[in-house]
């Protein structure tokens, strides 16, 4: 067979229109290189691909094909039958009450020609939430200042950052991704860059708040701590050693002297995330083994095997893989706990989770998925006008063959582990649900290819699980964003993500609240973006200049946005164009959520990020310039509280 005929086989588009209208065609041989580095994917017979039931009303599936009729189908759930019948028609109507959830179908005609097709039985809409419109405060937890915690913001301080959104108005706290990093390499922070998106950074608890662990455990603790709270940015190497010190001597405490109850409680947090939390655990003992990627360890080890699994588990390495698993165990639990506290307090989201949009390749995911997730893709963008030779983001994300051989279940787990804490998701570059443009290794950005995704498949799983979960789901949509892509994630009850700094004409005029839809998150700015202080004072102009960066706009244009702004605050009646100013334009949108940034709220110049840098810039190593239990008092309470009345938890009160 081609190379054309495989890329159509599997979705692969070798030939598109860039975004500055350029015709661009795949190299054959880095065509070829995705190519392999794809999964085989199932050609059907019966139907057009995999099966998206929405429960509501008499669903109906049109079939591509009935073969020698009468045609038999036959619906598997855990193994069981749970539902059957026949048709002669080219469709099934199916019965009421299907059970939510991922199942196989097995499609049989009177020949004898069979066939499986994964089949996704979904509500009608995700989780759209009970309140009318809120607001959020948006944090970088690590950059949290508090005077009890140990250079990084941790679980206790997002407690405390719960109860002061409370304080404000909010109707809970937003989060940069809690991901799990690689522990032997703290100094790679990016939150983006994950080694799974199924676990927690440990490097969130608070030590001090294990049972377990006392003070005399690591006697130097409470002065290396001060020391890491001093500065304005994160010490992540220092901090990391002492925390993983701390949690090992908590750990071997929890091991000699914990209580039945809290035994009990460990026993059980381990038995409800089996097989993954196990399967992790054993990832982790290895990586630090072998000291080397994956799919370099020895053969015995390359891919996940439950048997070897419990040989090391139950072997020398019995501690070790226990204090993974403690170490997962003690962060679920802290920041499940700020999650009940929300709740208690009546917040209406609670706790606003961001996803990354892919995984690194020598991380757990990708060795536990290696059908779902190729090492040797990287997620990525084609060339634009601010990137004319592309991006290569360096993650591994998801591929559709790999997907619909596990019915989506790879997927689902993922979605799971962040709405399980969370009264709202964002998923990042939720393009991707419907294609992802993917970059082989060894070729550069401009030599990828766009790949396509069993979009209504993915958007039935999403709905299932924000359900499932009572949880929100918002798609960031920026950028290009394909035509009927926004409406189509609409009809499934997936909100827009909108950035007031975006929304212009194509005069750079600002758009008026009127433009703005309701199923959405209206935010100022993002973290990728100028704070609102560094955009009026063109500090972030000035950085990027430092930095030997293209700013993507001179002085001149950013005379003209200010002025634009104004313009479109006096046409609401708001004659001041402070940050106050702005969010009460942004407040009487009618979007259900607003995020409002801690940044912006202290008045900070430098954003948390500036993509295309590494280690020019400081990205997500810098601190709040004011402690937590200041933050109330350096905040204009009044004019915040009068900005954002009309969406405000407490009424404006």
């Known amino acids: ?12 588009q070798s030939e598109f229109i860039d975004a500055l209208g350029k015709l661009r065609v795949t190299d054959p041989v880095a065509l070829k290189s995705i190519l392999d580095a794809l999964p085989e994917k199932r050609v059907y017979r019966f139907v057009n691909g995999p099966i998206v039931v929405r429960a509501l009303g008499h669903p109906r599936t049109e079939l591509a094909a009935i073969g020698a009729p009468p045609l038999q189908w036959k619906l598997i759930a855990n193994g069981k039958r749970i539902a059957q019948g026949e048709t002669r028609e080219p469709v099934i109507a199916w019965p009421a009450g299907l059970p939510l959830g991922y199942h196989r179908l097995t499609l049989t005609d009177a020949e004898g ?13 995700a989780f759209g939430g009970d309140f009318d419109r809120g607001w959020l405060l948006a944090v ?16 206790t301080d997002l407690a405390d950052l719960v109860r002061l959104a409370k304080q404000l108005g909010a109707d809970g706290v937003g989060l940069n991704p809690l991901h799990v990093l690689f522990d032997d390499h703290p100094s790679d922070c990016s939150p983006y860059s994950p080694n799974s998106r199924l676990f927690l950074n440990p490097l969130y608890i608070d030590v001090e708040a294990i049972p377990e662990f006392s003070a005399d455990l690591v006697p130097d603790a409470a002065a290396t701590a001060a020391r890491l709270r001093e500065g304005d940015r ?21 091991v000699r002297s914990a209580s039945e109850a809290r035994r009990k409680a460990f026993d059980s947090f381990r038995a409800a995330r089996a097989p993954l939390l196990s399967r992790f655990a054993c990832f982790e003992v290895l990586r630090h ?7 370099e360890w020895p053969a015995e080890w390359r891919q996940p095997d439950e048997a070897k699994c419990a040989e090391l588990r139950n072997g020398p390495n019995k501690r070790e893989v226990e204090f993974v698993e403690f170490a997962q165990w003690t962060a679920d639990s802290q920041l499940h706990a700020a999650k009940e506290l929300a709740g208690q307090l009546g917040m209406r989201v609670g706790l606003y989770l961001d996803v990354a949009v892919g995984v690194q390749s020598n991380g757990f995911d990708a060795w536990n998925e290696q059908m779902a997730i190729s ?5 990525g963008a084609p060339p634009d006008v601010l990137n004319t030779i592309g991006q290569d983001w360096g993650l591994a994300g998801f591929n559709a063959g790999g997907l619909e051989a596990q019915s989506f279940v790879p997927f689902a787990d993922m979605l799971a582990a962040s709405m399980r804490h969370a009264g709202a998701i964002r998923l990042d570059h ?22 396509q995704m069993p979009f209504e498949a993915l958007l039935g799983v999403v709905a299932r699980e924000s359900a499932a979960h009572k949880c929100i789901v918002i798609g960031e949509d920026l950028g290009t964003v394909p035509e009927g892509f926004r409406e189509m994630m609409q009809d499934f009850g997936i909100w827009s993500y909108l950035v007031m700094m975006f929304e212009r004409d194509e005069a750079g005029h600002f758009r008026n609240v009127d433009h703005y839809r309701p199923n959405a998150l209206v935010t100022l700015n993002t973290h990728d973006l100028s704070t609102y202080a560094g955009w009026r004072s063109f500090g972030d102009l000035k950085m990027k200049r430092s930095l030997g960066l293209d700013p993507g706009e001179n002085d001149q244009a950013r005379w003209d946005a200010l002025g634009r702004l104004d313009e479109i605050l006096r046409q609401n009646g708001i004659k001041a164009n402070d940050l106050y100013s702005v969010l009460a334009f942004l407040s009487r949108t009618p979007s259900r959520l ?37 933050i109330a008092a350096k905040v204009d309470l009044t004019a915040l509280r009068a900005a954002t009345r009309e969406r405000s938890l407490n009424g404006g009160s």
């Open 113 to 125: 020609v069979t066939e499986e097709v994964p089949m996704i039985v979904a509500p009608e809409r």
């Open 594 to 630: 607003l995020a409002v940034s801690m940044e912006d709220l202290l008045g900070v110049i430098d954003q948390p990020n500036i993509p295309g840098t590494i280690d020019e810039h400081p990205n997500w190593r810098q601190r709040l310039p004011v402690a937590l239990d200041k």
């Open 1 to 12: 067979m081609d190379l054309l005929a495989q890329a159509r086989i599997k979705g692969v």
């Open 140 to 155: 970088q937890l690590y950059s949290v200042r508090s005077d009890r915690n140990w250079g990084i913001g941790d679980f």
């Open 375 to 379: 090492r040797h893709l990287a997620v």
């Open 430 to 451: 939720v393009l991707g649900l419907k294609r992802l443009y993917l970059v082989p290794r060894g070729f550069k950005p401009d030599n990828g290819a766009y790949v």
């Open 234 to 254: 994160v010490h992540y190497a220092d901090m990391a050693a002492l925390k993983w010190l701390a949690l090992r001597a908590a750990f071997n405490s929890f």
């Open 289 to 295: 083994r072998f000291a080397a990627p994956w799919w």
